[in-house]
């Protein structure tokens, strides 16, 4: 969840006392990102990537992804880059992970891992047995 969304006084009082606190990401916006972790996709191969890796659990439309591309640009999650190769269309816009997109990527990965061992702990979740 993220705290700056639902109280500006607690988002001021995080930032000011803790700034290095990292923000979480909604879940549209952690796919997105694990979308162009594999490099540069145009908005639709976005969708795709999604829809397929989540078995159609997840699915953006045109409108909720353009919408948080425009907020991942704003905050240097993302860049928009050139169109490359024999297969881009020039007509498409190609986005591409930031440094920062990484890093915030990673953050939530761990939170999310940190929620998954906390649920696996209450026998929320069954526990994994690794194989040797």
């Known amino acids: 969840m993220d705290l ?7 988002c001021y009082t995080i930032m000011r006392y803790m700034p290095n606190t990292p923000r ?11 979308s162009l972790a594999d490099g540069p996709r145009h908005g639709y ?10 078995r159609g659990e997840t699915r953006l439309t045109a409108s909720t992804l353009y919408a948080a591309l425009k907020r991942l640009l704003e ?8 169109a490359g190769g024999e297969t881009s269309d020039p007509r498409r816009r190609y986005y ?6 990484v ?7 761990a939170r999310l ?3 998954t061992r906390a649920a696996r702990a209450k026998r929320w979740l069954p526990v994994r047995r690794v194989e040797s």
């Open 113 to 115: 891992d940190a929620l």
């Open 45 to 54: 191969a976005i969708i795709l990537d999604i829809q397929e890796r989540t």
């Open 75 to 82: 905050t240097g999650l993302v860049t928009e880059v050139a």
């Open 24 to 34: 979480s990401v909604s879940h549209q916006v952690f796919e997105i990102l694990l």
């Open 103 to 109: 890093a915030a990527g990673r953050a939530e990965a």
């Open 96 to 101: 591409k992970i930031t440094a920062a997109g």
């Open 4 to 10: 700056c969304g639902r109280s500006t006084v607690i």
